[in-house]
Structures are given as structure tokens and as C-alpha cells.
Antibody
């Protein structure tokens, strides 16, 4: 069955770099697209960026040049890396699979909560 | 960016009632809209896509409608397991954007 799972640190220091891995199973990264979405505590959802099945990427300009997404198809993993972390980057980070025909998110990982500490 | 204005922010209704949540887009999104349900501590779950198509396995008491800039999610015969937050998402244009959410409680 389709599964996604995020793994990353619980705590990151101010101005440091965040690295999160999304490991998927039940589908191929060369067939489906995987995106990153985050949610600050008690708040709404924010789309961050995409890893397309062909290997291309797209980013929300709100993150300017801080964000990088990459993948290792042999390990079925997608990676998020974001530098210069601030306290308002404290959030739960989700990876989610994009639907095959339309661009809704049909499967999500459970998310990983990251706190940026000063 | 396309702004999604969702209302109400919170909603309290009785079991068996019908509730409606609305999303207004800042421009025409041509039915490129999804609705998600998120229970506390969990990830969002897809309910509706393409504004009115029910995702596999979602109870038929959920329905979506709308066009242009105005969309709504209706829940008929409210059940206790429907207590959750609900979000709309437009995927017509980049960046994908979400509504601010509606928290649904039982009276």
C-alpha cells in the first residue's frame, strides 16, 4: 500500500539548516510527484515545493533560495533541506504524493514536528 | 499568488445536522480545488477533488460544489467522527495555496 514517512530532527538551532527525509513505499518516484507542505502549530497549511517524477523541482518563492529538494530514486527517498532557519519555521513538515491525474494530494505522511530553538 | 478565503473559521453543529464550509478564490480557479479533513495530530486526508469529485472511500455524506471563484463543502447528517479541521486547496496555479481552515465541533 502507499506510504510516506518523514524523518528529521525534533530541534534545530536558530540560523542552522534543516534536513528531512521522506521515504516512500507502494509507488515509484519516477511515476508520481512528491511535494512538501508545512503547518505551524495551530495554523494552516503552506505548500513549500515539489519533486517531479522526471527529476525537476519547483519551489514556493516565499522560501526564496533557502529551500532545496532532491531525491534518491534507488532508495525511494525525497529530501528537503532548508537553511537559515528562524523561529517562525517551527512547524510540522509533511511530504505528500500528488494525484496521478490532477494536482491534489492523495496520500500524506504523518509529518515530523520541527522546533527552531533560539 | 491565488488567495483562498475560507469561512467560517469555526463551526459548532449538532449530530445529524447539515453543515456547509465555503472557500472563495481571489481569481477563477476553474474547479482546481480539493477539500481535506484533518483530525488533531494527524495529517490531512483528501475528501473531494476537482471541486465535486468524491475521493475513494470517503462517505457519501460529504459533497463539494461550486465554480469560478466560489466553492463549498457540505457535510450531511453530521457524525461524531466528523469532528476535525477542514481545509480547501487550489491547484489551478502555482504556488498551490490553502484556505485557513474551519474547525468543526459537535454541540
Amino acid at each position: 500500500q502507499v506510504q510516506l514517512k518523514e524523518t528529521g530532527p525534533d530541534l534545530v538551532q536558530l540560523t542552522q539548516t534543516l534536513s528531512i527525509t521522506c521515504t516512500v513505499s507502494g509507488f515509484s518516484l519516477t511515476t508520481y510527484n512528491v511535494h512538501w507542505v508545512r503547518q505551524p502549530p495551530g495554523k494552516g497549511l503552506e505548500w513549500m515545493g515539489a519533486m517531479w517524477n522526471g527529476g525537476g523541482t519547483d519551489y514556493n518563492s516565499a522560501f526564496k533560495s533557502r529551500l532545496s529538494i532532491s531525491r534518491d530514486t534507488s532508495k525511494s527517498q525525497v529530501f528537503l533541506k532548508m537553511n537559515s532557519l528562524q523561529t517562525d519555521d517551527t512547524a510540522k513538515y509533511f511530504c505528500a504524493r500528488l494525484g496521478e491525474d490532477y494536482w491534489y494530494f492523495d496520500f500524506w505522511g504523518p509529518g515530523t514536528m520541527v522546533t527552531v530553538s533560539s | 499568488d491565488i488567495q483562498m478565503t475560507q469561512s467560517p473559521a469555526s463551526l459548532s453543529a449538532s449530530l445529524g445536522e447539515t453543515v456547509t464550509i465555503e472557500c472563495r478564490a481571489s481569481e477563477d480557479i476553474y474547479n482546481g480545488l480539493a477539500w481535506y479533513q484533518q483530525k488533531p495530530g494527524k495529517s490531512p486526508q483528501l475528501l473531494i477533488y476537482n471541486a465535486n469529485s468524491l475521493h475513494t472511500g470517503v462517505p457519501s455524506r460529504f459533497s463539494g460544489s461550486g465554480s469560478g471563484t466560489q466553492y463549498s463543502l457540505k457535510i450531511n447528517s453530521l457524525q461524531s467522527e466528523d469532528v476535525a479541521s477542514y481545509f480547501c486547496q487550489q491547484y489551478y496555479d502555482y504556488p498551490f495555496t490553502f484556505g485557513s481552515g474551519t474547525k468543526l465541533e459537535i454541540k
